[in-house]
């Protein structure tokens, strides 16, 4: 069984950073790709980046240039360090392992 722990959401003004963390625990591959997925209210959820576990990152589009996503395999924990942040960045973030296993979600907020 695999479990995966975000942490790290909250409230941030627009312009302002925040850094998400995700720890997963249980079985896991040393080959994986970790990423991150969001659902901002009453949409659906879209992937925002993903990093596999030789360290190539992939972006959506939407957060090219201002979001960074980073690992640490020793720990099995995938981080979003989210700098420049927008109105529109506003949803849940969730972890993903392999797009199998899935977190409960972070909430992040974007407002003045």
């Known amino acids: 069984q695999v479990q995966l722990v975000e942490s790290g959401g909250g409230l941030v003004q627009p312009g302002g950073s925040l850094r998400l963390s995700c720890a997963a625990s249980?079985?896991?591959?040393?080959?994986?790709?970790m990423g991150w997925y969001r659902q901002a209210p009453g949409k659906g959820r879209e992937w925002v980046a993903d990093i596999t576990s030789g360290g190539t990152t992939n972006y959506a589009d939407s957060v090219k240039g201002r979001f960074t996503v980073s690992r640490d395999n020793a720990k099995n924990t995938v981080y979003l360090q989210m700098n420049s942040l927008k109105p529109e960045d506003t949803a849940v973030y969730y972890c993903t392992l392999n797009t199998r296993y899935w977190g409960k979600g972070t909430l992040v907020t974007v407002s003045s």
């Open positions: 249980g079985s896991i591959s040393s080959i994986n790709i």
